[in-house]
């Protein structure tokens, strides 16, 4: 693994692709978090992809507005919103023209780990940042940073690239009312700290 100060952000064509590709290639890459004096770091373990207005779990469902416009515009943005007290840390992710973007749903801490203890008062580790709200407090990630670039080595949050070889599982999407047919959700299969460890035979490996 590369040593945390000499982590480069992936490029903003990374993310200028379709979202489930990029969901699918986000897992193994390494979330870098600013914060003061201190770095945080998490290898990305769980993401989901989400779509435009086809899409009925995504943010876009009902056309543009204020709040989720960034899934219209530049890929390569962080696009945070708040559900039930949760900051959710997404990246707006799309081909030119279309609309979507990736939930990071959970990370494996690897530097930094007493802090985010500290931030979530928390003391479980495998409970640390298993889940798209617990990373966002672990990491303090919230409003602020919205619509900063994490293709930018200057961002206070942004994602380098990974060493990491893994089987990827997929799955649909966690906590939605509608899905689309197809698995939309992706994780390193057998990671302790995805945020839910399917049970056999509800997901399958790419």
């Known amino acids: ?3 945390h100060a000499c982590r480069k952000p992936l490029s903003k064509r990374f993310y200028q692709r379709d979202p489930e590709l990029v969901a699918k290639e986000l897992l193994g890459k390494i979330l870098v978090r600013r ?8 290898l990305i373990v769980e993401t989901e992809a989400y779509f435009g207005m086809e899409d009925p779990a995504s943010r876009a469902r009902h056309g543009m507005k204020r709040y989720n ?4 515009g530049e890929p390569g943005i962080a696009f945070i919103y708040n559900v039930h007290n949760n900051w959710m840390f997404n990246v707006v992710a799309h081909r030119e023209g279309e609309v979507g973007a990736v939930l990071i749903r959970a990370v494996e801490p690897i530097h930094g780990l007493e802090v985010m203890k ?3 008062k928390a003391k479980n580790v495998f409970e640390l940042t298993n889940g798209p709200g617990k990373l966002t407090r672990a990491f303090k990630i919230d409003k602020k940073l919205n619509g900063l670039p994490v293709y930018s080595i200057e961002s206070e949050v942004f994602i380098s690239d990974g060493e990491q070889v893994f089987e990827i599982g997929s799955s649909h999407r966690i906590g939605v009312k509608k899905d689309l ?3 939309l959700r992706f994780f390193i299969k057998g990671n302790m700290f ?3 460890r399917p049970t056999r035979g509800v997901y399958r490996t790419l």
């Open 1 to 3: 693994m590369v040593r």
């Open 118 to 120: 500290r931030n979530r």
């Open 194 to 196: 995805v945020s839910k």
């Open 69 to 72: 416009a960034p899934m219209w």
């Open 35 to 42: 914060l003061h004096k201190e770095t945080l770091e998490g």
């Open 181 to 183: 047919e197809r698995e």
